[in-house]
Nanobody
Framework: VQLVESGGGLVQAGGSLRLSCVAS????????LGWYRQAPGKQRELVAT???????NYADSVKGRFTISRHNAKNTVYLQMNTLKPEDTAVYYC?????????????WGQGTQVTVSS
């Protein structure tokens, strides 16, 4: 399973970016998908998740500003980020999770840098 993120970059505070993550080598539609981020000197934290059924969950810090979505036919998960703040600056990672009663498999992308200037 391979996950490849794109869409990061430098943006001014208040601006928007859309991250994309394309998966290969798996039955994408069965996976729960998520976006996580890690700022310098901090632990990786959950940003948003979306289940195979389309249910979403967001960190409080991004609710109302970020939207996660998936397009199973394109094997792609998106993160639309609006009203960006300097504290959103981090490396953003795509996650794919397959959970069964017997095991949980997690897959990660290589990360994409998002920098928000004030």
């Amino acid at each position: 399973v391979q996950l490849v993120e794109s869409g990061g970059g430098l943006v001014q505070a208040g601006g928007s970016l859309r991250l994309s993550c394309v998966a290969s080598g798996t039955i994408f539609s069965t996976y729960a998908l998520g976006w996580y981020r890690q700022a310098p000197g901090k632990q990786r934290e959950l940003v948003a998740t979306i289940t195979s059924g389309g249910s979403t969950n967001y960190a409080d810090s991004v609710k109302g500003r970020f939207t996660i979505s998936r397009h199973n036919a394109k094997n792609t998960v998106y993160l639309q980020m609006n009203t960006l703040k300097p504290e959103d600056t981090a490396v953003y990672y795509c996650n794919g999770r397959l959970a069964t009663p017997s095991y949980v498999n997690d897959y990660w992308g290589q990360g994409t840098q998002v920098t928000v200037s004030s």
